[in-house]
């Protein structure tokens, strides 16, 4: 029989040993101590709902790859509620000097940069350029080896590369 966490003496060790280290890595990620607690309380529970599916020592990678994806919906989500209020404050505002404007769009255009990487690009981008891991440990993180972590990362600075290039011609 295939091994799996759906038994409370798989489950309950993995907990205790793999939450401090999945709230830290998601409190990187959103600087929110009280998100990073929600995402992963619902990255175990995700685990806990495909128990029958991983292996207890591929359970930190599925936990680690899960809390990822709910972190970048979650910003997704995040953004659009941004985009939403800054309409409704430019509506407001009586003047919009120019500097803003540029800020704004530069920050958008990046983010838009961010968005259209390949997501496993993304990922190592922003694991690497924002949280400031070295490959090994993103490698480890993400269950890979670190000559995919280094493929990953040379298609996402291209990506930006093209977006600076583009910067000027806009």
Not at 56 to 83: E, G, I
Not at 109 to 130: Q, T
Request: hydrophobic letters at 40%; glycine letters at 4%; proline letters at 4%.
């Amino acid at each position: 029989m295939e091994e799996n966490v759906c038994k409370e003496e798989a489950y309950r060790p993995l907990f205790y040993q793999l939450m401090d280290g999945l709230r830290n890595y998601l409190f990187f990620h959103c600087h929110d101590a009280g998100l990073a607690e929600d995402l992963a309380q619902e990255a175990f529970i995700r685990l806990w709902e495909h128990c029958k599916k991983v292996a207890p020592d591929k359970a930190k990678a599925f936990l680690y790859r899960v809390s990822y994806n709910l972190f970048l919906d979650q910003a997704k989500h995040r953004k659009v509620v941004q985009q939403y209020q800054n309409q409704q404050s430019i509506r407001h505002e009586p003047e919009n000097p120019e500097y803003a404007y540029l800020g704004k769009e530069f920050e958008a255009r990046l983010w838009d940069a961010v968005g259209s990487m390949p997501e496993k690009s993304r990922e190592v981008f922003l694991m690497n350029r924002i949280e400031g891991l070295p490959y090994r440990e993103i490698a480890d993180r993400l269950d890979i080896g670190v000559k995919a972590v280094e493929k990953r990362m040379s298609a996402a600075l291209s990506i930006m590369r093209e977006f600076l290039d583009s910067k000027g011609t806009k």
